[in-house]
């Protein structure tokens, strides 16, 4: 779930410390829970917000951090997001040593896929070994959030820290499923908990899934935890916890009162279509926790060469109207209506169509009267005419997923949506 924190000052970063450092963006997972979205894309290439990938939100904070190294291990029906990374981030120069480079699994340590988020950097560990980075940071490819990453950095090396682990207060976290730590004073990591500890009076933290290592201490603790035959390779789970008690590990709490420029301490696990559906929806609040429009931190993505957006009146004399919704571009509403809702590119609305509380993918058609409300509709869908969704969970159950907070989704390319 969503929460959001103080406002981050300015703070200098050596440029050294930021240019011995490789991104590892763990993009593979197949997003079960994220289905039919996930049906033909892998998760972290989800679409989100009317224009962007859900990846493009940790890729943007390497950007603004000053981070120009990136491997981004792929893995489940990563054709998306690869041609999404070329298509938006072959930005940066490799004679300089910069890049953004996709790795799917390269099956030099068996002929299984990855096992677990230490076995996916652990399977990639020769491109370790012989890069010249001394730390190496670890992120997830799948969450939405602003961070400066040069401030974790700084961090890491104030304390001395063999690992440092972004978190945030346990109070404050309210999604199910993280790992939960529990620090001392000096924000040293004493133990790593699969729930948080009976004990209230005990400080503790859950991770955010990312993670700073010295590089040397990484490669070891992979190549252990590769021996251990009852180990689960999680990279917290096991490796982190592994280390705790013989090394320095550290938590950085997410949302401090440093940062070289301004963040709104937001930060969202897409773990179901609920969540991604409740973040879009965060998009549209009068006041969003997260601001897209941040100007000094911009969220990077591909942009098609779609005309703007514009509202038509309908053949039957109806004005177009969008209240309260984001409209992205090539998109027309010709005499429909559309409330509180997420279009993005060149979606058509049809006369007398009304569109309320949904997210509509990329080139979806909406037919003339037809109603739908608490959709997520993918890619290239078409509605026929005077179709009605969102106002019968029975009827809706017999073509569509309805997720427990009965928010209806809809799979690609379905030409076949009909009253």
Request: net charge negative.
């Amino acid at each position: 779930m969503a929460f959001a924190f103080r406002t981050l000052n300015s703070l200098n970063t050596g440029h050294s410390m930021i240019e011995e450092t490789l991104a590892i963006i763990l993009a593979g997972g197949a997003g079960e829970s994220l289905s039919p979205l996930t049906d033909e894309r892998t998760k972290a290439a989800v679409p989100f917000g009317g224009k962007y990938r859900i990846i493009d939100f940790p890729l943007s904070n390497c950007l603004h951090s000053g981070l120009r190294r990136a491997l981004v291990l792929t893995q489940y029906k990563s054709h998306s997001l690869q041609k999404h990374l070329r298509d938006a981030w072959s930005i940066y120069n490799p004679e300089l040593g910069e890049y953004i480079t996709a790795v799917p699994p390269q099956m030099r340590t068996g002929s299984g896929w990855y096992a677990g988020t230490a076995d996916a950097i652990y399977q990639n560990l020769y491109l370790l070994e012989r890069n010249p980075a001394k730390y190496v940071i670890v992120l997830s490819g799948d969450n939405i959030y602003r961070m400066d990453y040069a401030v974790l950095l700084q961090q890491h090396l104030k304390n001395n820290a063999d690992v440092t682990m972004a978190c945030v207060d346990s109070a404050a976290m309210c999604a199910t499923g993280c790992l939960t730590l529990q620090v001392d004073d000096e924000q040293r990591v004493r133990a790593c908990l699969q729930q948080a500890p009976d004990d209230v009076d005990k400080k503790t933290f859950s991770s955010l899934g990312i993670y700073i290592f010295s590089k040397d201490l990484l490669v070891e603790a992979l190549s252990k935890d590769h021996e251990q035959a009852q180990s689960s390779h999680g990279l917290a789970t096991d490796v982190i916890s592994g280390l705790i008690d013989s090394h320095r590990v550290y938590a950085y709490e997410f949302g401090a009162s440093e940062g070289r420029v301004s963040q709104d301490g937001y930060w969202r696990n897409i773990a179901d279509l609920d969540d991604f559906y409740e973040a879009n929806m965060d998009l549209l609040k009068p006041v969003p926790p997260i601001d897209l429009y941040q100007r000094d931190w911009p969220i990077r993505t591909h942009q098609p060469q779609y005309p703007p957006a514009r509202t038509v009146p309908g053949v039957l004399g109806n004005e177009g109207i969008s209240i309260n919704s984001i409209i992205s571009s090539g998109t027309v509403i010709a005499g429909g209506s559309v409330q509180k809702s997420i279009l993005f590119s060149n979606v058509h609305i049809g006369d007398e169509a009304v569109v309320e509380d949904s997210i509509l993918f990329d080139g979806v058609k909406v037919g003339d009267g037809a109603h739908i409300r608490n959709c997520i509709i993918d890619k290239d869908v078409v509605i026929a005419a005077a179709t009605k969704i969102g106002f019968s969970a029975s009827e809706d159950g017999k073509q569509f997923k309805i997720t427990p907070n009965g928010v209806i989704a809809i799979g690609k390319s379905r030409s076949d949506v009909k009253p």
